[in-house]
Each structure stands twice: as C-alpha cells, then as structure tokens.
C-alpha cells in the first residue's frame, strides 16, 4: 500500500465518520429516537435545529480534514528526501543550511543523545576507551 493511499484512506474515513454522524442527527430528528429507545416523551420534528447541527459538523469536517491533510504533507516531507552536505551533515531547508540537531528538534519529537559508535571509538581514541590492552612489544606502557 502506498503512502499516497494510506493518505487518502485516512482523509476518505474521516469524511464517511462525519458522514455517518450527519445522518443519525437526521435518523434521530426524523424517527424520535429518545422517544422510541428510551421512553421519553415525543417532540416535533426540528428542521433548522438539525440544519444548524448539519452546518457545524460540517464545517468541524472541513477543519479536521484539512489539518489531517496538513500533517499528512508534513510527514510526506519529513520522510522524503533530505539534501544532507556530506562533509558537516547538516541539512539544506531552503537556501539555509542548518545542523541536523536543530532540524530534527524543530521538526520531529525525536530526542536525540550523543554516544559513539565502535568504529569511531577505534578510529579517534584507539584502544584508550574500548577496554582492549595494547599488544605488547607495541612499545606502549
């Protein structure tokens, strides 16, 4: 399944939710449901009631499926293509180039925290911080 899809899988959900709402404010003002379910007393039927109801859960709609369709966008990008310079690693948003730090704080909620991997350990403190003994005759100690 693309992600395209899951996209508007999400947006087409969402509509068909407040779509079924919209209908049962309709089912409940047409049939008197309090009146059939539960024994209350019956009312009349209130069409500019259900309208405004109508009109609010539609404009409710449009807010969430636009936010929706926002953050959907915003995860697009984050997960698309991020021009990283190969030297210093930060990355180009814009014409700016900003460190990756600033930019996965500003973006994501990853936390991020600092270790080293083996390889760099090996590489820029040898064996001081890996725990290994130097081989002897390497004229250390």
């Known amino acids: 399944m693309t992600k395209h899809s899951v996209a508007r899988r ?40 259900s ?11 449009a807010v969430v499926v636009l936010l929706t369709m926002r953050l959907i966008k915003q995860i697009k990008y984050l997960e698309g293509f991020l021009p990283v310079c190969a ?27 600092h270790g080293y991997c083996p390889e760099c350990v090996e590489k820029h403190y040898g064996t001081l911080m890996s725990g290994k003994k130097t081989p002897e005759g390497s004229g250390a100690g």
Request: charged fraction near 25%; hydrophobic fraction near 55%.
């Open 10 to 49: 999400v947006v087409v959900l969402e509509i068909a939710g407040f779509s079924g709402v919209i209908f049962f404010v309709w089912m409940n003002e047409i049939l008197d449901l309090p009146y059939h379910l539960f024994g209350a007393f019956r009312t009349k039927i209130n069409i500019r009631e």
């Open 51 to 61: 309208l405004f109801e109508t009109v609010l859960m539609c404009a409710l709609a």
């Open 87 to 113: 030297f210093c690693k930060k990355i180009r948003v814009g014409e700016k180039w900003i460190p990756l730090e600033d930019y996965l704080d500003a973006h994501t909620e990853a936390k991020l925290s």
